[in-house]
């Protein structure tokens, strides 16, 4: 992508009404533009990123056996009625009513039209486990928006609803997506730690939010910082197995205190957590997860029959990620002082490629060459082909933290090296372009 024809509108002065660095950053940077008080208009930049997390949120999900669906965004107030939530929601829903004066609403969650749907669709213990997924915009009028798209009024979740026979099998459909959500967090650089919660206006006896350490976040947090140092990634996880799926969520909930202020118990974590490994802060929430049982299937008639030929409601969970608000939240994890610090996978772009001389013919010629390979080799590259100062694209770079910044200039074109650095490091070194890319492709 050359940067002289993307549509990328940076804005040079910090914007007054961001209070954190992530919204400021996200401003700055070009990715969103708000449109309207916590609605926001995403840019080619953030949306990138965005579709990035979603995918890899997608993948995840997948490998854990969930299969993805779409249900709309608008939905029936009667559904609603009749599991009993329409009137307990309060003023956070958007209620609205068509022409002929049916009352709708803008989900702020799914958990009537999955079971509805299930209802209407499944009816034997045969067809279950199942577990289903959307990723869909919700809207849910917040009394303070605030932050960007961290605390928005529309916002972009993944939802996910689990359908069992037994409690006991609902809680290893809770087991998986607990483990799933630990993969999906460690892949996109983050480190989120599962803490129990209280179930709020979802319902149900069993949850845990997954918060990641930001000292803007809006949740109080303690806890065991000896969790902040276990290697999701290199645990073989076999969801099939039963026990060994418990055993990774007992292994990262029992033993460790680790909680936000609703659960907090300070006499508890002086007793059980030594001095030294005590954390106390502040955190983000990018992850819910519930187990409620037959709260939305008994009322919504999700029913099946087992293997006695009884007719019993389904036993059900609900799994949501924040995908909007992550955007920030990485954000929050990762930056300096100069601006945005992609972790590759989310990354806009891997490469920003600066030409310190356009018009130089050697320079021009060097810098097309290397952004056509790096695109043959598959790697996604922001060309700075503009017509600017040297500093301007250099700060630039560093704004919007892509992991490469590859230069390209008048004391190396001859030779064909281009010098290459990392976001996150000072030193840079010179290299022929083969071996620039060589270096690129090992690394990621
Ligand atoms: P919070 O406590 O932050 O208000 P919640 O507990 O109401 O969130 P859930 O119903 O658990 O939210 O939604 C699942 C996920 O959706 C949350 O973990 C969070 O990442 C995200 N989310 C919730 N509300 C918002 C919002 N207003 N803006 C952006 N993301 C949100
Ligand atoms: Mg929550």
Redesign the pocket.
């Known amino acids: 992508m050359r940067r002289s024809r993307y549509y990328l509108p940076t804005l040079r002065e910090t914007p007054k009404e961001a209070e954190i660095i992530s919204h400021r950053l996200m401003l700055r940077a070009g990715m969103v533009r708000q449109s309207t008080a916590g609605i926001y208009i995403w840019l080619p930049l953030g949306l990138r990123v965005m579709d990035k997390i979603a995918d890899l949120v997608r993948d995840e999900q997948n490998r854990a056996g969930s299969h993805e669906i779409l249900m709309p965004t608008i939905q029936s107030a009667d559904l609603w009625r009749k599991a009993g939530r329409y009137d307990d929601y309060g003023p956070e829903m958007l209620r609205i009513k068509d022409r002929q004066d049916r009352d709708l609403l803008y989900g702020p969650?799914n958990e009537e039209v999955i079971t509805d749907l299930f209802a209407n669709t499944v009816t034997s213990y045969r067809d279950l486990p199942q577990l289903l997924y959307h990723i869909q915009w919700k809207f849910?009028d917040?009394l303070r928006p605030r932050f960007g798209?961290?605390?928005?009024?529309e916002?972009l979740?993944k939802d996910n609803y689990s359908f069992d026979l037994t409690p006991e099998a609902s809680r290893h459909s809770y087991n998986k997506m607990f483990v799933s959500y630990l993969r999906t967090f460690a892949r996109l650089g983050l480190q989120a730690i599962p803490m129990e919660a209280e179930t709020?206006p979802?319902g149900g006896n069993l949850s845990h939010?997954f918060i990641i350490i930001a000292s803007t976040g809006?949740s109080a947090i303690w806890c065991d910082k000896s969790l902040l140092e276990r290697d999701v990634l290199s645990l073989a996880v076999n969801y099939d197995n039963e026990a060994e799926v418990a055993e990774i969520v007992r292994s990262f909930t029992e033993g460790y205190y680790a909680c936000t202020d609703e659960k907090h118990n300070p006499e508890l974590f002086a007793k059980e957590v030594p001095e030294t490994r005590r954390y106390q802060g502040r955190g983000i929430?990018?992850?819910?997860i519930f187990h409620f049982g037959t709260k939305y299937s008994e009322p919504l008639g999700a029913m099946v029959s087992d293997a006695n030929g009884n007719r019993v409601p389904v036993q059900m969970g609900s799994y949501?990620?924040?995908v909007?608000?992550l955007v920030g939240a990485i954000i929050e994890a990762c930056h300096d002082e100069k601006g945005i610090c992609w972790p590759a996978p989310v990354a806009p772009f891997q490469v920003s490629l600066i030409n310190v001389r356009v018009g130089n013919t050697a320079c021009d010629a060097l810098a097309e060459k290397t952004m056509q390979a790096l695109q043959a080799a598959g790697v996604e590259v922001l060309y700075d082909d503009r017509d600017e100062s040297a500093g301007a694209k250099f700060s630039e770079a560093d704004l919007l933290g892509f992991p490469w910044r590859w230069v390209v200039s008048p004391r190396n074109a001859d030779s064909g090296t281009i010098e290459i650095k990392r976001r996150t490091e000072d030193e840079a070194q010179v290299v022929p372009l083969e071996q620039a890319l060589a270096l690129l492709t090992n690394s990621s």
């Open positions: 969650t849910r917040e798209v961290m605390r928005g009024r916002f979740m709020g979802i939010e809006e929430e990018v992850g819910h949501g990620i924040g909007s608000r």
